[in-house]
């Protein structure tokens, strides 16, 4: 499973979805960072392909990152992969 982050300015939670393949989850990397590099304010819809109900509509003009990331087999407790800062 491979997961999509999507950070929004003065937003400290990511806003994330999830696809299969890892063409399927560059695609949506893409496709974000097509919508941020464009300039102009829109309406970006995803969806999560683990979770087939879930949905999210973001504002582009308000994303200020977007990493995408394989979904290992650790414990939840784990670390995750990203941009953190130490703690």
């Known amino acids: 499973m491979h997961i999509i982050e999507i950070y929004l300015k003065l937003t400290a939670m990511p806003m994330?979805?999830?696809?299969?393949?890892?063409?399927?989850?560059?695609?949506?990397?893409?496709?974000?960072?097509?919508?941020i590099q464009s300039g102009t304010p829109n309406l970006l819809e995803l969806t999560c392909e683990h979770q087939p109900d879930k949905k999210v509509s973001i504002l582009t003009s308000e994303i200020?990152?977007?990493?995408?990331?394989?979904?290992?087999?650790m414990a939840t407790g784990g670390k995750r992969p990203g941009f953190a800062f130490a703690e």
């Not at 299969?20 to 990397?29: C, D, L, R, T």
């Not at 200020?64 to 087999?73: C, H, P, R």
Request: proline share 0%.
């Open 16 to 35: 994330s979805v999830q696809r299969k393949e890892a063409e399927g989850a560059e695609q949506v990397y893409q496709q974000v960072m097509a919508a």
């Open 64 to 73: 200020s990152a977007v990493q995408v990331y394989e979904k290992s087999g």
